[in-house]
């Protein structure tokens, strides 16, 4: 099993940019696919991007490529997103999840995560 806290919410202004991370402790960090995801009010959990186990391998959803990088630092067991030129669209409760699959074939996929955090605010203002 595994715990996940995330922090680095905040508002922000249009444009701006921040820094989420998602600590993480239990089980070897590792051996888990991460991933980001954001629920808006009224609307379903929503996949933002995922990473491999090494990190080689990174995920988007279209609406944040090129603007968003996932990264994660194993040694310090901890996952990242840094959010770039965000928007006001982006404003979302941001989740941080952990998947025990050896594929990443359904990284995006809410149901193949098996663990959460608590979640993040992070408000975007026009």
Same mark, same amino acid.
Request: with cysteine; net charge neutral.
């Given at each position: 099993?595994?715990?996940?806290?995330?922090?680095?919410?905040?508002?922000?202004?249009?444009?701006?940019?921040?820094?989420?991370?998602? *600590?993480?402790?239990?089980?070897?960090?590792?051996?888990?696919?991460?991933? !980001?995801?954001?629920? *808006?009010?009224?609307?379903?959990?929503?996949?933002?991007?995922?990473?491999? !186990?090494?990190?080689?391998?990174?995920?988007? *959803?279209?609406?944040?490529?090129?603007?968003?990088?996932?990264?994660?630092?194993?040694?310090? $067991?901890?996952?990242?997103?840094?959010? $770039?030129?965000?928007?006001?669209?982006?404003?979302?409760?941001?989740?941080?999840?952990?998947?025990?699959?050896?594929?990443?074939?359904?990284? $995006?996929?809410?149901?193949?995560?098996?663990? !959460?955090?608590?979640?993040?605010?992070?408000?975007?203002?026009?």
């Amino acid at each position: 099993q595994v715990q996940l806290v995330e922090s680095g919410g905040g508002l922000v202004q249009a444009g701006g940019s921040l820094r989420l991370s998602c *600590a993480a402790s239990g089980r070897t960090f590792s051996s888990y696919l991460m991933g !980001w995801f954001r629920q *808006a009010p009224g609307k379903e959990r929503e996949f933002v991007a995922a990473v491999s !186990w090494s990190g080689d391998s990174t995920y988007y *959803a279209d609406s944040v490529k090129g603007r968003f990088t996932i990264s994660r630092d194993n040694a310090k $067991n901890t996952l990242y997103l840094q959010m $770039n030129s965000l928007k006001p669209e982006d404003t979302a409760v941001y989740y941080c999840a952990a998947s025990l699959s050896r594929s990443t074939y359904y990284y $995006n996929i809410t149901e193949e995560y098996d663990y !959460w955090g608590q979640g993040t605010q992070v408000t975007v203002s026009s």
